[in-house]
């Protein structure tokens, strides 16, 4: 496509509730990123995808976060168990090269809500 | 660890004007890249300027430029005949040279009032 595009752009969910949130990169883009950005924040890194693979996934805050990537284009990022403190804007990023410096594009997020 | 502070949480300026946004980092780096992004109501980040550590010049953007002081660690930005288009949250970032991750500011809101 001609943009990273994520999809909800919007979700609200209950507390304890399970909750993907999908990216679409940019078409032959390899590396895929996943940042979370909470309120009066800047973006804090999730994970890094190259390929199918997680190639550093560092930022994950704990095991109820999972990511994945199957066949080297859509992402899927997935909450277990969601809390209050989950709420954010979830924000992707594709680049057509690993460890690109300046060839990001990030999609328009998904602001998720737990209640 | 990286680190990257933004003092300013808030700015204003008149279209037309010039405003610089502020940002240090702190790094036992020695090479490295700086950004700015801007992030409008669409929640998008869009770079704005890119700066390697490397080089002593200071990037330059049309109407954005900075001024990069390594020894103090200091990364600001200066936009120039500023526009109503330029109202949007700005971010500084740091990125290791062989990094995949970049490391935010707290972001600055500015607003450009007609």
């Known amino acids: 496509g001609a943009g990273v595009s994520q999809t909800p752009s919007n979700k609200v969910t209950e507390k304890g509730k399970y909750v993907e949130l999908r990216c679409d990169p940019i078409s032959g883009h390899t590396a895929l990123y996943w940042y979370r950005q909470s309120l009066g924040q800047g973006p804090e890194f999730l994970i890094y995808?190259?390929?199918?693979?997680?190639?550093?996934d560092s930022g994950l805050p704990n095991d109820r976060f999972f990511a994945v990537r199957p066949e080297g284009s859509v992402s899927t990022l997935k909450i277990q168990r969601t809390e209050r403190g989950d709420s954010a804007v979830y924000l992707c990023a594709s680049s057509l090269y690993q460890l690109s410096n300046y060839g990001y594009t990030f999609g328009s997020g998904t602001r998720l809500t737990v209640v | 660890a990286q680190t990257v502070t933004q003092s300013q949480p808030e700015m204003s300026v008149q279209e037309a004007e010039t405003v610089t946004l502020s940002c240090t980092y702190d790094?036992?780096?020695?090479?490295?890249?700086l950004f700015w992004y801007k992030q409008p109501p669409s929640r998008q980040m869009i770079l704005v300027i890119r700066?390697?550590?490397?080089?002593?010049q200071n990037a330059t953007e049309n109407r954005f430029s900075v001024n990069f002081q390594k020894a103090a660690k200091s990364f600001s930005l200066k936009i120039s005949d500023s526009q109503l288009g330029d109202t949007a949250m700005y971010f500084c970032?740091?990125?290791?040279?062989?990094?995949?991750?970049?490391?935010f500011g707290t972001g600055t809101s500015l607003t450009v009032i007609p």
């Open positions: 790094t036992s780096e020695n090479n490295y890249y």
């Open positions: 995808f190259q390929g199918t693979g997680a190639a550093d």
């Open positions: 970032a740091f990125m290791k040279l062989t990094g995949n991750q970049f490391y």
């Open positions: 700066q390697e550590a490397y080089k002593q």
